[in-house]
């Protein structure tokens, strides 16, 4: 099950801001929020055709995170109380799509990866790492935050930091495995549920990712 290219291409568009977004985003603000406009353009160009409709379905998904990636990390990026709200700008336009029928296979992609936001940020929030992020989102060069690094791991090594990693971890987990379970037995929503197990999942290993940066810098 968990062969399906959906699921895995979904994986890769979930890890694609992480290692290329973000540098842009960092340097060329406007540049990253007008190629939502391309990604837009060629999820339309891919969706119309029937040989390629998946493929476009799940990249307007991706576009809508791209969107909301490029306003929080190019501007708003130094209050981490912003970042759930401005990640989640694309739900007006998943709703529709899910009531329509349109899309349907990004739409749930994006509300995979939002669950997977919405998860790390509650760790951010109950593990008190809101002055850490403040700190590194203000410098100019990553290597100047080992402080706010140390003290990030700091509270993270603590017995609190490490009840909410697992308990979070195994919540995105169980609901990301019941998801393949749907996919299975629900032939009609298949794709879309893969989408969304794999944008749920790939949480996991991103955020496992931003944790040894962390280690490393600090």
Known sequence: ??????????????????FFQAPLVRHAPWISLFLTLAWLGLSWKLYTHPKTRWWGS???????????????????????????????????????????????VGNFFYLGSLLGTAITDLYIHSVGLLSEWRQVMQLTEMQQGQAAFQSALLKMQTLWGGLWAVELSLILLVIGIWSLHRS???????????????????????????????????
């Open 58 to 104: 799940l990249l307007f998904g991706f576009t809508l995170t791209w969107c909301a990636g490029s306003l929080y990390w190019g501007w708003l990026r130094q209050e981490p109380l912003w970042h759930l709200p401005v990640e989640a700008l694309g739900l007006p336009l998943a709703w529709w799509g899910l009531r329509t029928g349109w899309a349907v």
């Open 184 to 218: 299975a037995g629900e032939p009609k929503h298949r794709l879309s549920w893969l989408a969304f197990a794999g944008a749920a999942l790939s949480t996991l290993v991103v955020d496992a990712l931003f944790g040894i940066s962390a280690t490393l810098i600090a």
């Open 1 to 18: 099950m968990v062969a399906e290219p959906t699921f895995w291409a979904s994986g890769f568009l979930v890890s694609v801001p992480v």
